[in-house]
């Protein structure tokens, strides 16, 4: 607006200048004024006055043309640099204001399956779909991830690029004008700046595979390319699950397994994003113990994303981790989360292969304990590694993991407990070992009672939606939207309860587990 109003400004101000050099008066009629006042004599001269008068008159109109010409050249000349001011604005703004674009082309059909060639538009469009809507949980989590862990230099986006089929070519269109109104010498300079100056943004290619005469297995390969070269490419194949494959059209098949790909699609372009941010002079030992913490993130997000979208995500779970460790091995949060991925995964195992992914993660829990400095962190490893002990079904693991527990709850007051984490994991154990007749009798009531403290102290209530569908609470809540109702009505005529200890803080729990252990 502001470039607009300075050039209606310029042409209003050379109009005017032009205009009252147009109407100054004339060589002729100045002489007539300065010429003293001629007397009434008659002279020879006076018969040769209308050949001077159009002599005047044709002077004159050479002068108007002349400032006409004047004119118009100046007006041409402000225009001309108005217009070459408004350009390299635009392109100055054009480029520091290149936006992230999110490229994903349609998918191609590689699995020879000629009835996929009709429902490939839907679906592409479903996958840009589901895709947006992964990335805002993403999104989200991370957001959460850096206000209570850091690291504080990583700032997400708060707008998400929106997928989209073709890239925007705005700049290199604009470049490419100008090039061709600008001296042939001066081209070379012009074009360099669309390699100068990329587009900004990931493209993803989509290709839908199968293996098999009979299609017994279906594939979504994702092939991720950094459009400015700053990031290595990635490919990779989410395959349908081994165990089970549904006899359904394949198109239905192909819609089922969208849910798996588009979820590591969505995990993956995010830990490209955090990747790509890791400041420039963190060097050494300091970037690798940046990126330890995003591998440990996204292990974490992919370990939490197996129960819904499969088996696949504890082994891409396991590979984040184990890099973490890589990077980080003095860390103890990667050797923990990765036994907790160990020990959650061998429990979706039978016999043999339980065993020893249950071993695995007894020594990832030992490596977390001999790293961690911090004895409150340490109590809660020590129940995910008494957990662990419980799943192996060995008699003298799950004697060791029984003899720890009572050790840690030795001299401790569990009224006083504030940390969630500990209460909820503690709960947990209580509930498996209930669950395998572990031999401790009051595991049941002890499993109900730290339930409920978890989820009372829980002020932000992160933890209350997964409790209601946590496999290892299984069997200890008949009705959980029941108890979660009779804790919010407590809640609500006790505001405090959350901070309170002691007897203040028992004569009200005791009410929720009265009700819980009779409903």
């Known amino acids: 607006m502001k470039v607009r109003l300075l050039l209606v400004f310029c042409v209003l101000f050379v109009f005017s200048y032009g205009l009252s050099a147009y109407r100054r008066p004339s060589i002729y009629s100045q002489q007539i004024i300065a010429r003293p006042t001629p007397t009434a004599t008659l002279t020879p001269s006076q018969s040769d006055k209308p050949k001077i008068s159009l002599t005047k008159l044709a002077d004159d109109l050479e002068v108007a043309k002349k400032n006409v010409t004047r004119i118009s050249m100046i007006l ?86 929106l997928p989209q089929t073709t890239p925007d070519q705005r700049l290199g269109e604009l470049v490419t004008s100008l090039s061709e109104f600008t001296p042939e010498q001066m081209r070379p300079a012009v074009n360099m700046l669309k390699v100068i100056f990329p587009p900004l943004g990931t493209k993803v290619t989509s290709i839908l595979q199968s293996q098999g005469k009979e299609y017994d297995r279906l594939g979504i390969t994702f092939e991720i390319t950094n459009i400015e070269g700053r990031l290595s490419s990635k490919l990779y194949t989410v395959w349908e699950s081994v165990e089970a494959v549904p006899e359904e059209a394949l198109k239905d098949r192909y819609r089922k397994l969208l849910g798996s790909a588009i979820r590591w699609l969505a995990l993956e372009l995010s830990r490209r994003e955090m990747v790509a941010a890791v400041p420039w002079y963190y060097l050494g030992r300091k970037r690798d113990r940046y990126q330890a913490k995003i591998y440990n993130f996204f292990g974490v997000l992919n370990l939490t994303s197996a129960a819904t979208q499969g088996k696949l995500f504890y082994e891409l779970a396991i590979e984040d981790l184990q890099q973490a460790i890589v990077l980080y091995p003095e860390w103890f949060q990667p050797y923990e989360n990765l036994a907790d991925t ?16 249950q071993r695995q993660a007894l020594l990832q829990y030992d490596r977390a304990l001999h790293a961690c400095l911090d004895e409150s962190v340490k109590r809660r490893i020590i129940i995910g590694k008494a957990m662990a002990g419980l799943m192996t079904g060995d008699v003298n693991l799950i004697q060791e993991a029984i003899a720890e527990i009572d050790k840690l ?27 395998i007749n572990a031999g401790v009798i ?78």
């Not at 041409?76 to 082309?105: H, T």
């Not at 709850?409 to 498996?432: G, M, Q, V």
Request: hydrophobic share 40%; proline share 3%; charged share 25%.
């Open 342 to 357: 160990y020990s959650i995964f061998g429990r979706t195992q039978i016999d043999k292969e339980c065993l020893n992914y």
């Open 76 to 161: 041409v000349k402000v225009v001309a640099a108005l217009l070459s001011l408004l350009i390299v604005y635009r392109l100055i703004f054009m480029i520091f204001r290149r936006s992230s674009q999110l490229i994903v082309d349609n998918f191609i059909n590689a699995s020879d399956a000629e009835e996929m060639n009709n429902v490939l538009p839907g679906l592409s469009q479903l996958a840009r779909e589901r895709l947006v809507g992964e990335m805002k949980a993403v999104r989200q989590r991370v957001k959460e991830h850096i206000i209570n862990q850091g690291p504080e230099t990583y700032h997400p986006r708060d707008k998400l690029p």
């Open 409 to 435: 709850k030795k001299n401790w007051d569990e009224t006083s407990e504030l940390n969630t984490r500990f209460l909820y994991n503690l709960a947990a154990w209580y509930a498996i070992a209930h669950r």
């Open 442 to 519: 009051t595991a049941l009531s002890l499993a109900r009672r730290y339930l409920v403290y978890a989820l009372v102290r829980d002020n932000q209530r992160t933890i209350w939606e997964w409790a209601g569908k946590d496999p290892d609470l299984q069997g200890i809540c008949e009705d959980y939207a029941e108890l979660k109702f009779i804790m919010l009505k407590k809640l609500n005529e006790v505001p405090e309860l959350p901070s309170l200890i002691g007897k203040n803080f028992t004569k009200h729990t005791e009410e929720i587990l009265w009700v819980m252990g009779n409903g």
